[in-house]
């Protein structure tokens, strides 16, 4: 067991996601949203009956984000972005959103001013049409911040910076907390890793699940630099994602995928859970109001 994990890694629950993805957890509820994209499944686990429940959605959605609104969230789908009531599983369109012909959503944060950030990347993931959007409350539709994109993935604010990756390119970049500026983006390598999703800790570890990689990628950000650290081996061939959550946000939470998995391990498309010895940073909300 590495110093980073102070528990076993375990999966949770039965479910078994073709594409599990962008976990969230909500602190106000003391509950864990995610998304099985491939299956329009919406999933919450709540750790204190130890039950998930499990909803259907009619788009294909990336995400399920935290909103100012308790147990209303916010829908990233492939028909536009929505506000979703839980309690009554029903949605309001927000907006659509002009994403290139051939592109679906994949990455979605909330940033700390609470407005929403996606990427969007081609369906047959080959080519660079992806795209990364802005999207605050008051605005008609997102706003388009940089193009020529392979596949979006990680979203994480530090030091007055916004952190993200091209898992086609293997990069990570760093821009402007408030908007991303193509011309003036720091660029850093993953290696021989294909980032996918991020996690940071309070004091600045990055962790980003790395697709087929059996892996998680533990990077330490500091005064703008992305310095690696080490890889944490889990058992699943496809992580995805990763939160943190738990009561004082110490626990990981890990998403993984089955598809295009040709003989699947008893645990790829599980969701994993880890306790660790760092802190974990809030989600944050979207603003449903506009100021």
Same mark, same amino acid.
């Given at each position: 067991?590495?110093?980073f994990?102070r ?7 039965d479910? %078994? ?18 998304v099985?994209?491939?299956n ?8 204190s009956?130890?039950?998930t429940?499990?909803? @259907? ?8 984000l935290l909103t ?15 506000l979703?009531d ?12 002009a994403?290139?012909q051939?592109?679906?959503?994949? @990455? ?8 929403l ?16 959007? %802005?999207? @605050? %409350?008051?605005?008609?539709k ?16 530090h ?22 500026n193509?011309?003036?983006i720091?660029?850093?390598?993953s ?11 309070q ?8 697709w ?5 990628? %533990?990077?330490?950000?500091n ?18 994602c ?21 003989s699947?391990?008893?645990w ?7 306790q ?5 940073t809030?989600?944050?909300l979207?603003?449903l109001?506009?100021?």
């Amino acid at each position: 067991m590495s110093v980073f994990f102070r528990s076993a890694i375990t999966a949770i629950g039965d479910y %078994r996601a073709d594409l599990g993805e962008t976990p969230v957890w909500c602190q106000r509820t003391q509950s864990l949203l995610w998304v099985d994209i491939v299956n329009l499944k919406l999933l919450r686990y709540w750790p204190s009956q130890q039950k998930t429940e499990t909803r @259907e959605l009619p788009a294909l959605t990336s995400a399920v984000l935290l909103t100012e609104s308790l147990n209303r969230f916010l829908l990233v789908s492939q028909d536009g972005l929505h506000l979703y009531d839980y309690a009554l599983s029903k949605s309001e369109k927000l907006c659509d959103y002009a994403g290139a012909q051939g592109t679906r959503p994949n @990455e979605a944060a909330i940033a700390p001013d609470g407005s929403l950030w996606f990427g969007t990347m081609d369906l047959k993931e080959q080519q660079t049409i992806g795209a990364w959007y %802005r999207y @605050e %409350r008051a605005d008609e539709k997102p706003v388009l911040m940089m193009d020529n994109v392979g596949i979006t993935n990680t979203l994480a604010w530090h030091e007055g910076k916004v952190w993200f990756a091209d898992s086609m390119k293997k990069r990570f970049y760093s821009a402007n907390a408030r908007c991303i500026n193509p011309l003036k983006i720091s660029c850093f390598s993953s290696g021989d890793k294909t980032p996918d999703g991020s996690a940071v800790s309070q004091d600045g570890t990055l962790i980003t699940a790395c697709w087929g990689g059996k892996c998680l990628l %533990r990077q330490k950000i500091n005064q703008g630099e992305l310095l690696t650290l080490d890889t944490l081996p889990v058992p699943v061939t496809q992580p995805s994602c990763c939160t943190f959550g738990g009561p004082d946000m110490t626990e990981l939470f890990i998403t993984s995928a089955r598809k295009g998995l040709t003989s699947a391990g008893e645990w790829d498309g599980a969701l994993l859970h880890v306790q660790t010895s760092v802190v974990g940073t809030p989600q944050n909300l979207f603003r449903l109001n506009a100021i």
